[in-house]
């Protein structure tokens, strides 16, 4: 049975979100970043941006991208099984577009597993279309990505 979820918020991730991200890319990705990698995302990169879904003080879902002149790239979003399907990843990545928006980033783009049909859903529910194919993309099990763009993205306008 699916757990009532009251309600969640969406916030920028700061280093204290280190160790619960670790927890949810461990559990949710076959070949997790490592902690050294979100430490680097998060404090160093000044092109990364990344919002953290939080219900309490935990987080359980959370999202990144890399503003690249004038593309995003997203590079992660996760959510903590027990979390799924109540909308959380919709609203990341709407935050995501949100700030796409505002920093004048016109297109985003993204790679995902061929298989992950729900991440695929949620990406074309959101003007996201399969532009091509990475073939044997990942190093765990040689899967090819999708690879995916939202050109609709338009400053001072609407997604």
């Known amino acids: 049975m699916r757990r009532l979820l009251s309600k969640f918020r969406i916030i920028p991730t700061i280093p204290e979100h280190i160790e619960d991200i670790m927890v949810l890319e461990n559990e949710c990705f076959s070949v997790p970043w490592s902690k050294n990698a979100f430490i680097e995302e998060i404090t160093r990169n000044m092109f990364a941006v990344y919002f953290s879904a939080m219900v309490d003080d935990k987080v359980v879902g959370y999202a990144g991208m890399w503003k690249i002149i004038n593309e995003g790239h997203i590079t992660n979003i996760a959510v903590a099984p027990g979390y799924r399907r109540m909308g959380i990843a919709s609203s990341l990545l709407c935050r995501l577009m ?17 298989s992950n049909i729900a991440a695929l859903a949620l990406y074309k529910k959101h003007g996201f279309e399969i532009k091509g194919k990475r073939t044997k993309y990942y190093s765990d099990n040689g899967e090819n990505a999708m690879i995916m763009w939202n050109s609709k993205i338009r400053p001072g306008g609407q997604v």
């Open 98 to 114: 949100e700030t796409s928006i505002s920093s004048g980033i016109t297109a985003m783009t993204l790679e995902v597993r061929e």
